[in-house]
């Protein structure tokens, strides 16, 4: 049978690894075109050589270079599913960040995010179609101690994807919000604060794999026409 997705073009965010690189793995299998964005050619490549030639087109680079964007813009009118899920975090107590770390959490996952929403959200209202699927986290609703600012940035975000939503779907477009807990993935690797080690040691659940979330997904953009899935929260077996 063929699938919902088949030539359509899927544009992902930071796609380089994690969450990203499995979900354009798992779109690709659907068929969909991807273009994979992110700040690692290396890893880019990687990803563009496990899937079968001219799957992927990877466009290397940082959102938050405005240069990089206009890039992004000469491809936004071919986009059909926009995967927003490039983020950034540094675990820390609160009073240990400092403001280069906050900086850069609210610079990445809030503003250069919306910059690129909004380049992809023109492109879709042009074309009255569409479908946003935007990377929260639980942190978009509750708050933990020693990631703070980041669940800050994820409450900004998940704001944002509603505000799309609700502006947008006049036109056609959907928007998903996927909110997975915490997931086992490169992104808390700068975290090195002995507070936070001890707090990781100490888990008593399993992480998501970055799989499980892809597949959320995929549900969610394999959804029918009429069926706009709005939130899908993902937690670990027994972290709530």
Not at 56 to 69: E, K, M, S, T
Not at 135 to 147: D, F, G, K, P, W
Request: proline content about 3%; overall charge neutral; charged content about 20%.
């Amino acid at each position: 049978m063929t699938s919902a997705l088949q030539g359509k073009t899927v544009l992902i965010t930071g796609a380089s690894a994690g969450i990203g690189r499995a979900t354009a793995m798992t779109l690709a299998q659907h068929g969909a075109h991807i273009i994979a964005l992110g700040r690692r050619e290396d890893a880019l490549k990687k990803l563009q050589e496990a899937l079968p030639s001219g799957a992927v087109r990877i466009l290397v680079g940082d959102l938050n270079d405005d240069a990089y964007l206009k890039q992004v813009e000469a491809l936004a009118s071919e986009v059909d599913i926009f995967v927003n899920n490039a983020g950034v975090l540094r675990y820390a107590p609160l009073l240990d960040l400092s403001a280069q770390d906050c900086e850069w959490m609210f610079q990445t996952n809030v503003l250069a995010s919306l910059k690129v929403t909004q380049i992809l959200g023109r492109a879709m209202v042009a074309r009255k179609a569409g479908h946003m699927v935007f990377m929260t986290s639980i942190a978009a609703r509750e708050v933990y101690r020693l990631a703070s600012v980041y669940c800050a940035t994820k409450h900004a975000l998940s704001a944002l994807a509603r505000s799309f939503r609700l502006e947008l779907q006049g036109f056609g477009i959907k928007v998903t919000e996927v909110a997975p807990g915490m997931v086992d993935t490169e992104i808390r690797a700068g975290s090195d604060h002995p507070d936070v080690l001890a707090a990781v040691a100490t888990r008593k659940f399993k992480a998501l794999t970055a799989q499980e979330v892809a597949d959320a997904v995929a549900y969610a953009v394999l959804a029918n026409p009429n069926c706009c899935p709005d939130l899908i929260e993902l937690r670990p077996q027994g972290s709530a």
